[in-house]
């Protein structure tokens, strides 16, 4: 049995490997669409406790919903997180195709000119750095690698197709977000991470400490007197996705600014729920 086990595990990797080079021969449409199809499957009959915890959340979030509506959102948030993943495999396509939609794209600094984001997992946090490229800007942004090694390379690779620099979670960050201003590029910060079990951002009138990345966010934009832009993506239909760029204030100073990021953040999740990739992870 312990001999065997090994086998399984690179007979499994090996088969999700010639599923993505399949995927990346489909057109984005067909690619995004098997996501759909096993997200749902998957989402609704093998994640149970998942799908009953979302459903409680949404009710939370959005109370004035039917149940109804309720469990038809739920479901699309599967086949949303299900169209993600299948969809890493064709990001060059997104950035060299008409699937973006750019929205406040005046509000970012003009090109070669350093500038900090925070960003959200609402819609597709890959094409919100892919929309950053499309409007000129180097990117360099924060990932969590993967425990799994076929899909980490997959995204690793499509990822640095079209130039996208990573900030691991180690002892360097901050330092490689301070080079990458240095050189006049933008740095993408995703402020509602989730750790030890717990969504730290945004409170949504829990009690739970404001700092980690959000905090980060703040601090790196106020403290570099650099301009620090919010951004949100939504999935309109299929592989179709608008990204919206709004400018935050920072005048204030760092708790402001906290304060200011997670209303946006809020705000953008209560819109968009059942498109937020962690909504089955969130805990009153």
Request: charged share 20%; with cysteine.
């Amino acid at each position: 049995m312990a001999s065997g086990k090994p086998i399984k595990t690179r007979l499994f990797f090996a088969v999700q490997a010639a599923f993505y080079g399949l995927l990346r021969l489909m057109p984005p449409t067909v690619a995004s669409k098997a996501g759909d199809v096993i997200g749902r499957i998957a989402g609704r009959y093998f994640r149970i406790s998942a799908d009953e915890r979302s459903l409680q959340n949404l009710a939370t979030l959005r109370p004035e919903l039917s149940h109804a509506e309720r469990r038809r959102r739920i479901n699309f948030m599967w086949g949303h997180i299900g169209r993600i993943f299948t969809e890493f495999a064709c990001l060059q396509t997104f950035r060299h195709g008409d699937l973006v939609e750019l929205a406040g794209a005046e509000n970012l600094p003009p090109p070669g000119s350093p500038f900090v984001v925070a960003a959200c997992h609402v819609g597709s946090w890959e094409v919100t750095s892919i929309a950053l490229a499309i409007a000129g800007h180097d990117v360099a942004g924060t990932y969590q690698p993967q425990s799994n090694p076929v899909f980490s390379k997959v995204m690793m690779q499509e990822r640095q197709k079209w130039g996208w620099i990573g900030l691991a979670p180690d002892a360097a960050p901050m330092r490689g977000a301070i080079r990458q201003l240095d050189r006049g590029g933008a740095v993408v910060i995703y402020i509602d991470e989730y750790m030890n079990r717990v969504v730290n951002a945004p409170s949504l009138g829990r009690d739970v400490p404001l700092d980690h990345n959000i905090q980060l966010t703040a601090k790196l934009a106020y403290r570099s007197d650099l301009p620090l832009i919010f951004a949100k993506s939504e999935r309109i239909k299929g592989p179709r996705y608008r990204v919206t760029f709004s400018p935050v204030n920072t005048s204030g100073g760092v708790r402001p600014t906290v304060k200011a990021l997670d209303a946006a953040l809020e705000a953008a999740i209560r819109e968009r729920p059942e498109q937020w990739f962690m909504l089955h992870a969130l805990r009153f």
